[in-house]
């Protein structure tokens, strides 16, 4: 018994030195992501991911590909097969922060499906890169890329292992889009390419939610309550932008505020029409509505759809007891505004 004192002190002296030992979290979004003092980066398993070949839309074929010469950077396709003619072809960006998400996530792959039957056009869905292991600029850099192997793809000429896509896809009628943080990469990847002259094969860009901030706060960051069901809380979002901005920048970054003072002026950009789709309860609904107004304002072509009753990507979450009429109505608005281009 004389030793148990001892045995308990070193129990205890190894039991505070693994403490030790333990690095901290300095940033976490609760259930998606930790990062730790030393670099280190754990994405934890909140969404369920799937196969290609999982088929959710019975006339739609999913396949994935490698894009651009970028190490690991890759899309998946979604081709409605059973269309006679040519279709519109829809790059799209998956939503998540810049920091978590994939193109295999199986609430992305239900509904770009679903998207791809109903809106009648291709959907290439990029796996772009995360941060903060690659902090912004890298996915719109990523996105840009893409839009380079897009190009790529439409001059090919001869048969390969892509045929089969190209087949059915109109490169005549390209579109850019996302939700939430890939709706900002569609925005900026935009931008670039009209610095270079707007292709014309570029018909317009479709941004869901679109993702950015600001350091002073809008009303609706204030005041909208969250529930617990809710993707984007404010605490969630300055989060996501501390690990996505680069290092000693704030949010009036360019990156992250296209209407701050430093970014460039919306008359000088060369954009084609914008369709801006805005939720109702969601914390960014009035930063998205003032990049409504400040584009129509600039000038610009701007169509804007407000959906009543649902928070921020209720389209993909569906946590929302209205999330499915509001989605359909989303695709409905979104064919519109591709039919008409």
Known sequence: MGALPHLIGDWRRNFHRREEDIDPVIEEIE????????????????VVEVPCTWAPEPDVVSKDVAVGHSAGLWARLYVPELRKQKLPLLVY?????????????????????????????????????LAPEHRLPAAYEDGLAVM???RQQASHRGPDELGWWRAH?????????GDSAGAAIAYNVAVQLGSLGVPACLRGVI??????????RTPSEKNTMQSSRSALSLTTSD?????????GTDRDHPWCNPLAKSSPRLEDLRLPPLLVCVSEL????????????AMGSAGKSVEQAIYAGVGHAFQVLHNHHTSDARTSEMLTHIRAFIDNR
């Open 31 to 46: 259930g998606l992501i930790k990062v730790y003092r030393d670099g280190h980066v754990e994405r934890l398993p909140a």
């Open 239 to 247: 989060c996501y932008w501390r690990m996505a901005l680069p290092p």
């Open 148 to 150: 380079g192997w897009v």
């Open 282 to 293: 969601d914390i960014l609904r009035d930063r998205n509505l003032a990049l409504c107004e």
């Open 93 to 129: 960006f998956h939503g998540g922060g810049f920091c978590v998400g994939s193109a295999s996530w199986r609430c992305y792959h239900e509904f770009l499906a679903r998207l791809a039957s109903q809106a009648s056009c291709v959907v290439l869905s990029v796996n772009y890169r």
């Open 207 to 216: 941004l869901i939610q679109p993702f950015f901030g600001g350091v002073a």
């Open 169 to 177: 896809c109109d490169f005549a009628r390209v579109f850019l889009g």
